[in-house]
């Protein structure tokens, strides 16, 4: 019998990395986690590349400035550029709002293959000022809103509602990026 798990971890010539996007709070972490332990990919939070400089402005109410945010974009793309060389596929989270973000994160990088989790603004809303243990809080979401550009045609990637239990999300996210 084949372990799918070791299989699937197994370095390959063509990897595949996810960027599973959207605003904070439309349910990028459980996606992403999700497609990490069906595929056994690495996962990474795309959060975790932020500088405390960063979190410490987010956590006060401020919004991330474009300057704010190239150095995190650079770092997500470095672990993916690490990812693609060793051969592994992964799959990290990052709001990637704008298609200029998108840019810097696949230049370079042909692997790379969004997900953009939609989901209502209203359900965003009250999913952020019920969450605990986060430093966005829900005043920002208007200025996510403001500066998302979803996904153009030309770019490699897909998208998906948030509605219905987190199983079922996940299986709408495998089944439209063919996993």
Not at 122 to 135: K, P, Q, S, T
Request: charged letters at 25%; one cysteine or more.
């Amino acid at each position: 019998m084949v372990d799918e798990t070791a299989a699937a971890r197994t370095p390959s010539a063509d990897p595949e990395v996810i960027i599973v996007m959207g605003v904070s709070g439309s349910g990028k972490s459980t996606v992403a986690k999700g497609i990490s332990a069906v595929m056994g990919w690495e996962f990474a939070e795309g959060d975790d590349f932020h500088s405390e400089a960063n979190v410490a402005k987010m956590r006060s109410g401020q919004a991330l400035t474009d300057e704010d945010r190239w150095p995190w974009l650079e770092s997500i793309g470095s672990w993916i550029s690490a990812k693609e060389a060793a051969g592994e596929s992964a799959v990290v989270t990052c709001s990637a709002l704008r298609r200029a973000y998108r840019d810097l994160l696949r230049r370079g990088r042909p692997h790379v293959r969004f997900l953009h989790v939609i989901a209502p603004a209203e359900v965003i809303r009250d999913r952020m000022e019920h969450r605990a243990g986060h430093y966005m809080p829900a005043s920002l979401l208007p200025s996510q809103i403001a500066t998302l550009e979803p996904l153009e045609e030309d770019e490699s990637g897909t998208s998906v509602t948030n509605e219905g239990t987190p199983a079922q999300v996940l299986d709408r996210a495998l089944a439209a990026l063919g996993l």
